[in-house]
Structure formats: C-alpha cells, structure tokens
T-cell receptor, first 116, second 113 residues
C-alpha cells in the first residue's frame, strides 16, 4: 500500500460545479496537510496548508482533514476553467527528536478539467 | 519577490552525456529540495539540503546522480553519464522550515535520447 493515495482522474466537470478532490493515507503520524495546484508545464504551487484535523477555508477553496479516517479533501466551489490543473495532496509528520525533518510525501495528483 | 529559479527549462541530450541542472532558491529559505516527476512515479524526492548541507540523499537513484549546494543561493544536480530512463521533469523547491510549505521552480524538462 502506498503511503498516500489519490485518484488520478481525469475528472471533468462543468463550470460552476462543486469539485471534491480526495486523498487517503496510511501513516497516522502525518500532522501537516497541503494541497498543491500544478498547471501544465509549471511547478506545483501551494494552495492550502493545514495542521492536524478540521476545516480551512480560503475563498472558493476548502480543505478538510479527517485524521480518524486518514482522509483529506479539497473542495472547490463555483469551479472555473482557470481551475483546470492537476491537484496534488501532500503531507508530513512532526519532526521527531531523531531527525529535524520528515519528508513531505506527495500524492500522485488528480487531473481536473473545468469545461466552460 | 522572485521565486525559485531553475535553468535550463529544457534540455535534450544524447545518452552518455553529462547533464547539469541549476537552481536558485528563494532568498532566506534554509531548505532546498530536488525532485523528479514522471507519469509513472509521480513526484519523487531525490535529495534535500539544510543550510547548504546535504541531509538526506536516499532518493538519489544511482551514483550517476550527484548534487551540490556551494552557497545559500545556488545548487546543482548533475547526471553523469545520462541514460534515456533519466528523462523526466526535475524540480527544485525551497522552504523556510522543515515540514513547511515548499515553493517550487518551473522545472527542467530533460530528454535523454
């Protein structure tokens, strides 16, 4: 089982739809959760960053973390054609006493197309 | 503010040649990461530096790969000799803190013929 799993898509929705993107993970030590957006031929850019469980909202985007289920989600309201991109979830654990850093583990990404 | 800058953006070369990828991180960021992205394997961490010191190179696939960070504003990833299976997009990223959000460059698209 991979540490982080994500449906690769592609996901195609009409403009204005609510989009739900999801990741599951296996490492219960993960505490930091991130969503990155990657446009074609560009590097990933950070979209949302959350710590531990709960919801975080930023404009049309809402990130949700359910640590009991090891499941995170990104919701996009009123989706726009400019939201067409690949969305990668990422997560990491709190640095331990032995190491000052734990790797950020990325999911494989979900390709999203928003059709005008 | 300038983001992470990578060069070249594209590189096409023949098998066996030496390839050098370059990265300038965001000023003030103490961590620098090199990633490789392919369709099959997604985004893989190759190596990361903290304050110019390599900390974890366990992701470097073979001895043909090497990375250096001679100062806080410059890093290189070198492949010698290159092979067709090294073809991928290579990203450099930097961050302020461990486990914190990373800022990526636009990558180098490498094709080994």
């Amino acid at each position: 089982q991979k540490e982080v799993e994500q449906d690769p898509g592609p996901l195609s929705v009409p403009e204005g739809a609510i989009v739900s993107l999801n990741c599951t993970y296996s490492n219960s030590a993960f505490q930091y959760f991130m969503w990155y957006r990657q446009y074609s031929r560009k590097g990933p850019e950070l979209l949302m960053y959350t710590y531990s469980s709960g919801n975080k909202e930023d404009g049309r985007f809402t990130a949700q973390v359910d640590k009991s289920s090891k499941y995170i989600s990104l919701f996009i309201r009123d989706s726009q054609p400019s939201d067409s991109a690949t969305y990668l979830c990422a997560m990491s654990s709190i640095p331990s006493m032995k190491t000052s850093y734990d790797k950020v583990i990325f999911g494989p990404g979900t390709s999203l197309s928003v059709i005008p | 503010d300038a983001g992470v800058i990578q060069s070249p953006r594209h590189e096409v070369t023949e098998m066996g040649q030496e390839v050098t990828l370059r990265c300038k991180p965001i000023s003030g960021h103490d961590y620098l990461f090199w990633y490789r992205q392919t369709m099959m394997r997604g985004l893989e961490l190759l190596i990361y530096f903290n304050n110019n010191v390599p900390i974890d190179d366990s992701g470097m696939p073979e001895d043909r790969f090497s990375a250096k960070m001679p100062n806080a504003s410059f890093s290189t990833l070198k492949i010698q000799p290159s092979e067709p299976r090294d073809s991928a997009v290579y990203f450099c990223a930097s961050s302020l803190a461990a486990a914190g959000p990373q800022h990526f460059g636009d990558g180098t698209r490498l094709s080994i013929l």
